[in-house]
């Protein structure tokens, strides 16, 4: 596809029920970020991959997030036992990765999350 | 640590009027800075990095490593710039903070 693709764009769950968020980045880019974003705050980092590994994930909360890249190109973020904090729109990145275009980030369109 | 702070959440100007978007950064190395945009119903995209020193859309944007600014401004703001701007910071991992992002608001 042309841009980064999110699936699902929205997703209401229940509080203590599992949620899996996909992110299918531009073809080529090798390094993968996840951010969530709150209501009236900007971006927050979570994670992010170069290639298959996770280069940073301090951004995790707790470990109830878990996100994987096995192959180096789709990716999915993973929350057990979710909360209604949790609530949030989850976005998904990629870019070249190092060198000048590095910080120019393709950003997908987001899945929001709602816990009940 | 690397911090993006923006202290203003609203910004609201007439058409024709200056702007400028205040950031500052706390970061212990040599930063990359850049400012996103978010215009309503679209993605978050890139508007500008410093090592590029470009004006974007008639945006500019200076570092000031001694006051550890990075100051988004336009001369003539158009009704067209009303979006969500974020502010954000780029350390030697790679890895991208973002401010809480500013809205600005450019009434005819």
């Known amino acids: 596809g042309a841009g980064v693709s999110q699936t699902p764009s929205n997703k209401v769950t229940e509080k203590g029920k599992y949620v899996e968020l996909r992110c299918d980045p531009i073809s080529g880019h090798t390094a993968l970020y996840w951010y969530r974003q709150s209501l009236g705050q900007g971006p927050e980092f979570l994670i992010y991959f170069q290639g298959t590994g996770a280069a940073d994930d301090s951004g995790l909360p707790n470990?109830?997030?878990?996100?994987?890249?096995?192959?180096?190109?789709?990716s999915t973020l993973k929350i057990q036992r979710t909360e209604r904090g949790d609530s949030a729109v989850y976005l998904c990145a990629s870019s070249f990765g190092r060198g000048l275009n590095t910080g120019e980030l393709f950003f997908g369109e987001g899945s929001r999350l709602t816990v009940l | 640590a690397q911090r993006v702070t923006q202290p203003e959440k609203l910004l609201s100007v007439f058409k024709g009027a200056p702007v400028e978007l205040k950031c500052n950064?706390?970061?212990?190395?040599?930063?990359?800075?850049?400012?996103?945009v978010q215009y309503s119903r679209q993605r978050l995209q890139l508007l500008l990095r410093h090592i590029s020193r470009e004006s974007i859309k008639g945006f500019t944007a200076d570092l000031n490593k001694g006051e550890t600014s990075f100051h988004l401004k336009k001369p003539f703001a158009q009704e067209e710039d009303s979006a969500m701007?974020?502010?954000?910071?780029?350390?030697?991992?790679?890895?991208?903070?973002?401010?809480?992002?500013?809205?600005?608001?450019?009434?005819?």
């Open chain 2, 85 to 108: 701007y974020y502010c954000a910071l780029a350390g030697a991992n790679s890895k991208l903070t973002f401010g809480k992002g500013i809205t600005l608001s450019v009434r005819p």
């Open chain 1, 63 to 74: 470990d109830r997030f878990f996100a994987v890249r096995p192959e180096g190109s789709v």
């Open chain 2, 25 to 36: 950064y706390s970061y212990s190395g040599s930063p990359e800075l850049f400012w996103y």
